[in-house]
């Protein structure tokens, strides 16, 4: 059996657990808005919608949820402003709200446990006929001798879960008992109370870790005292043969978090990074669309003994790094895997089906539901994830606000071309007119895509022989990231005070920020002085990134739209 390590680092919050087996990461998880997963309240039925067979419900303290008319047994009536005893099954999908059932479940650490019927059931997980009748036996077993102290809990049922297998009568009765403990209690606080409220909450971040991944051969490491006891408490209750397998890692002892120690380097950009690549050859593509997550795969350099060689090796070598990726940033729902293609069809079956089997043993002991469904007629690979709580990249990600999710913006060159035509639009419904000033407020990272095609071509002498001004400003004083869609522009009868002294005079020394734009010029900086653009022409300057600090004389001033001077 493997050697599993899990660092819990919850000294600082939010918590960051690592599961590594054999020194490998296997699984990184984020406590960052993990919502109420697996909580249960006594919700009140608003809105009853059959048109979209579901119902609304309310949570509490404004909250409410969404609940699919199939998520009810049948003893329970479906009626407007009627109480319902309901869990969070899924929560924090973008824009959705948290999804509920009303079958209840509670999860232990061997079993779960069915309040509303009372059937044995076993984990779809174990294979094994004959480990499934042990362990139907060993639970209904355990269940009479229970009903000697709690009658009642002939009237409920449980599902031993995979990790039962490995796990004696004692530590499994005593799962039992504890969640038959907790559900009468959850029932009592459903009866007494007349509002809507959460009446029980799932274990918190670090024992749920725990739960799902402890396992023989596993080590806890966690830097939070409190979190430590905790653990500590949780293993002696259920396998207290492994109760000394917590130890407390202190950070001001150490002069370093946990993570750093174990050199584990969390770098949340490997979990929203497109492009990774394959250790053997070759590179993912993973992106994250509404409708799921496509991974393509791409041989990249690497080439074999012939074409059927580097499909073969790129394929089968890429599945270990999309499972890994899989898992890391906690991808759930539908996956597109595209594969690179075989062209003659029988190698094509065979290497499809090594594809699957080679997958499947990878993903044999993945904790999520998972299903290989198989490849599509465009030999697209499908596979689904349970879906509980939004994955690691819907964590720490949020839509930018430049692209609006797109991934894309309009370039500079052809946002250009629109501020232009908005200008020209307004000269010819000014002419005749007394108007002759006309605003152009952009992003200061289009005003030098602006500056150098304005001075370049003839429309400033368009402008300046109708009699017209131009003022070009940034909407802030210096350089912003800024959406390049925005801009306005906008005529004025007068240009006024604060933009005639605030202009620069030639002969005057400015300190700006500038930056350089390889692509317009190599031997120029841009900037800003008080919104106005600044062009600083230099002789000898390595390209740079970013922002510098430069000092620069105005040689050059055309009212009230380019400023040109030297740096010094």
């Known amino acids: 059996m493997k050697r599993r390590l899990i660092l819990i680092q919850s000294f600082l919050k939010p918590s960051i657990a690592v599961i590594l087996e054999d020194d490998e990461i296997l699984n990184v998880f984020l406590d960052v808005d993990s919502g109420d997963v697996g909580s249960i309240y006594k919700g009140r039925i608003t809105v ?64 779960v446990l069915l309040p509303f019927e009372n059937s044995i059931k076993v984990s779809h997980k174990i294979e094994d006929k004959n480990v499934e009748e042990v362990l139907r036996y060993k639970l209904e077993h355990i269940r009479e001798r229970l009903a000697e102290k709690y009658p009642e809990i002939r009237n409920v049922g449980f599902i031993a879960r ?59 490491i966690v830097d939070n005292k409190e979190d430590y006891h905790e653990i500590k408490r949780y293993l002696s209750l259920f396998v207290p043969q492994y109760a000394n397998s917590v130890s407390y890692f202190d950070p001001l002892k150490a002069k370093k978090n946990i993570l750093e120690y174990y050199s584990i380097n969390i770098d949340f950009n490997d979990f929203i990074k497109h492009k990774v690549n394959i250790p053997t050859g070759g590179y993912l593509v993973i992106q994250h669309p509404e409708v799921g997550t496509t991974i393509d795969i791409n041989s990249g350099s690497y080439i074999g003994e012939d074409q059927f060689e580097t499909v073969k090796n790129v394929n089968l070598n890429s599945l270990k790094e999309i499972v890994k990726q899989i898992r890391i940033r906690d991808v759930s729902g539908m996956i597109f895997i595209d594969f690179l293609k075989v062209q003659d069809e ?86 005749g007119s007394k108007e002759r000033f006309i605003l152009a407020e952009m992003s200061s990272e289009i005003i030098p895509y602006f500056i150098e095609d304005f001075m370049s071509n003839e429309f400033y002498k368009f402008l300046q022989d109708y009699g017209f001004k131009l003022i070009v400003k940034s909407y802030k004083p210096y350089y912003y990231i800024h959406r390049h869609n925005k801009y306005k522009v906008k005529a004025l009868h007068r240009i006024d005070d604060e933009t005639v002294n605030n202009f620069p005079k030639v002969g005057q020394i400015v300190d700006v920020e500038a930056w350089m734009i390889q692509e317009l010029s190599s031997n120029r900086m841009y900037s800003l002085y008080k919104g106005f653009p600044l062009v600083i022409n230099i002789e000898f300057e390595s390209p740079f990134e970013g922002i510098k600090e430069v000092r620069a004389e105005i040689k050059k001033v055309e009212p009230y739209y380019y400023v040109e001077g030297i740096k010094i």
Do not use: H
């Open 48 to 111: 009853v919608q059959k048109g979209i067979n579901a119902c609304f419900v309310s949570l509490g303290n404004g909250k409410s949820g969404f609940l699919n008319l199939n998520d009810i047994p049948d003893f329970i009536q479906i009626k407007p402003n009627s109480f319902i005893m309901v869990k969070v099954k899924k929560t924090n999908m973008k824009y959705k709200s948290p999804q509920l059932t009303a079958y209840v479940t509670i999860a232990g650490k061997y079993l």
């Open 162 to 220: 995979t990790n039962s297998q490995y796990s004696d009568a004692i530590e499994i009765l005593k799962d039992a008992e504890m969640l038959y403990k907790t559900w009468e209690s959850i029932k009592n606080e459903y009866e007494k109370i007349n509002y809507e409220k959460m009446i029980y909450k799932d274990q918190y971040f670090p024992i749920k870790i725990v739960r799902e991944y402890f396992e023989a051969k596993t080590e806890v």
């Open 346 to 431: 029988q190698r094509k079956q065979e290497l499809n089906k090594k594809i699957i089997e080679e997958l499947e043993k990878l993903l044999k002991d993945e904790k999520k539901r998972i299903k290989i469904w198989g490849f599509t007629n465009l030999g697209i690979l499908e596979v689904t994830r349970q879906r509980v709580e939004e994955g690691n990249y819907n964590k720490i990600t949020t839509t930018c606000r430049y692209c609006q999710g797109s991934g894309y913006m309009i370039s500079p060159k052809y946002q250009v071309m629109q501020i232009t035509n908005a200008i020209n639009s307004y000269v010819l419904k000014l002419l």
